[in-house]
């Protein structure tokens, strides 16, 4: 296939595939971005700090974090540059994959855009400042950790995708809703329909193969038949 040829076909795939609903997403994706960068600005400039639910969420004074989320990698002169590239190689994986992905998987397209605008928020701030600025601050009681809202878009739209990917879409892997299931017995009908022998146990293409040789001998015993009447028309004749 010619490079031409593959990108057209790529661009008609895209055509295809972005709907409104994939606007309606990127939308939400770029909203969801934004929101990231401007409470990260407004809560560094003003001072932030106050409880949102007492013992369980609260905005604190912006921490500096070098490494991942949830301060993983902290301190560490290897953390910025890998979650910098590792950033640069999903972002574009995210992107081809809602592109590309037909309009009826929804949920996985949401996800998809979520991951992506919390990853474009953090590389944004590794890019400008060599950190990324926390100020959300959520304690389980067994852990307790400091985060922004790009971390939020990235984890829960990483974890909705799993799920949906485990056991939502056609795709799961264990299916359970009706949807999911209905789309896979389809699937298997299809397949045992392709596959399964004919009732006297011959493989459909056997049958075909049958059918062709009767069909031919027919056609010979009816040209036979033919020639000799004609035979027979003309003898009668002279």
Partial sequence: MKVKDFFV????????????????FLGIGIAMLAADLLTKHFAEADGWSFSLIPGFIGVVNVVHNDGASLGMGGGTSWAMP???????????????IVLLLPERFTLLKLCLYMATAGALGNLVDRLAFGYVRDFIAMDFGFVSFVCNFADIWLMVGLV???IDLLFLNEWAAF??????????????DEKKALSVPAADGETSS??????????TQSGAKNTGVNSAQNTGENDGRE
């Fill in 9 to 24: 076909k790529i661009g008609r795939r895209i055509r295809e595939c972005f709907g409104w609903k994939s606007a309606l």
């Fill in 82 to 96: 890998l979650f910098i590239t590792l950033t640069f190689i999903a972002v574009p994986v995210f992107i081809a």
């Fill in 160 to 162: 909705l995708a799993v």
């Fill in 175 to 188: 299916p359970l809703t009706k949807k999911a299931k209905a789309a896979q017995k389809k699937k298997e």
């Fill in 206 to 215: 056997e049958r075909e193969d049958a059918h062709g040789g009767e069909n």
